[in-house]
């Protein structure tokens, strides 16, 4: 049993939690909880630590399974939550090419411009999972998808979703259109409406970041530039919203098709 | 110039940005920022708070302004943000009636139970007056909307977007229906899909909590259960995420009718 926060184990989570970069060098991330542990690819599970107490409720469920057992207290320590749920596991990054975004028929994606909540990457992830994208482009710029608050949101839609950080647009974009995918800048200054397109075929949306919205040198690679309407005195929607709402037109479009 | 954090001024600031029941007794809520400070109803600004540096900055912008003065470091204290703007108001609360909500035409409203994410109601509220909702109601187990961190994502919504809390929705619901209003309950095990009903006349919409969706007893006074689809393994969306897709569908429809 670990029973001491300055264990090298201990030190490295920690680590692996706050620095970007000490992920990408082990090539690995952290995720909490239950759901998250179960929903994980087997084969991606690096370390498992459960808590004293959690390992003493959960035998069965930790059967077979190598764990390691964290004293209580330390186990707090480490945790993001206040009443930790006592697993924790860290796991392998995923490694995408655009072929897997692109997914099979007609491709659905989304490309985040400097996205910098991690909560709103989180859920944008976990809507665009529900609402059937294929793939998600982010600027070089965008959050750390591994940040525990985004992977936290995403409700264990990171592990499924694919995605892509890119240096710069233009380029993904030449080979989105190659590919007959039709790509909309959701931007404030757009002439038509968001649901006045057709989505049923191959579409991608760009979203830009949380206080400027989409810049305009990426919104002139689109095909065109949609608004979301809005009524009051509103100047802008979260940036997960507009997503969520876009996202959710294509579904609505498709499963009417 | 106020130069001590333990200045009774600011200790009612600190106290009033923490304790729900310290709003409620003084009748008042902290707003932060310049947008927060130019959108809010002058009638109903009772003190406003400036960093000397911003006093400095906008003297023209303050002139005619009843203003105190605070030492930068105290108003760091004060501020929920890193880099404070340097404006911070003492707002009075709104007091909405019923016939507040119903608008003037064809309601649009939200029926929100026990939501509990600070950050969620507020992007509700900011997405619900875009979507031109007419009115929130509010179990009274949800969370408080003069929460700091819910004032902060309404980003000024919550200046105009009328809301009540009440006890218990039955009597509210009792009424909308005297009035041919619609109520939809957004639940998992809705039968039919969001986008399959006529929003065009009055229409309500029950949304529940992050982690239980709408109770059975909520839902059981609906006229109809409505569920948005998912794909992928995605069990829920986000409350907020959810309500803004029923809202837009609203608008979608009632803008083509």
Not at 57 to 86: A, M, Y
Not at 91 to 116: I, M, R, T
Not at 202 to 213: C, D, H, K, S
Request: charged share 25%; net charge neutral; with cysteine.
């Amino acid at each position: 049993m670990i029973t001491s926060t300055s264990n090298p184990k201990i030190k490295n989570i920690m680590n692996l939690k706050k620095k970007g970069k000490t992920r990408k060098e082990q090539d690995v991330f952290i995720v909490e909880g239950l759901k998250m542990f179960r929903e994980a690819p087997k084969e991606h599970i690096v370390d498992t630590y459960v808590s004293a107490d959690f390992y003493q409720k959960n035998r069965l469920l930790l059967q077979g399974i190598k764990v390691e057992i964290v004293d209580e207290r330390v186990f707090q320590s480490v945790s993001d939550t206040k009443t930790p749920q006592g697993i924790l596991s860290v796991v392998k990054q995923f490694h995408y090419c655009l072929h897997d975004l692109l997914g099979k028929e007609e491709p659905h994606l989304l490309l985040l411009e400097n996205l910098q909540d991690p909560g709103n990457l989180g859920t944008i992830l976990r809507t665009a999972e529900g609402a059937g994208v294929t793939g998600i482009f982010m600027s070089s710029d965008t959050v750390d998808i591994y940040n525990p608050k985004t992977i936290r949101s995403t409700m264990g839609s990171v592990y499924r979703m694919p995605f892509l950080y890119v240096e710069e647009f233009a380029g993904v974009i030449e080979k989105l259109k190659e590919r007959d995918i039709s790509v909309y800048a959701a931007h404030l200054k757009g002439p038509g409406f968001y649901d006045e397109q057709n989505y049923c075929t191959g579409t991608a949306f760009m979203v830009g970041n949380e206080g400027n919205g989409l810049s305009d040198e990426a919104a002139a690679l689109a095909d065109a530039c949609i608004r979301i309407p809005m009524c009051g005195q509103v100047e802008s929607l979260n940036a997960a919203v507009a997503a969520s709402i876009l996202m959710y037109e294509v579904l609505r479009q498709r499963r009417k098709k």
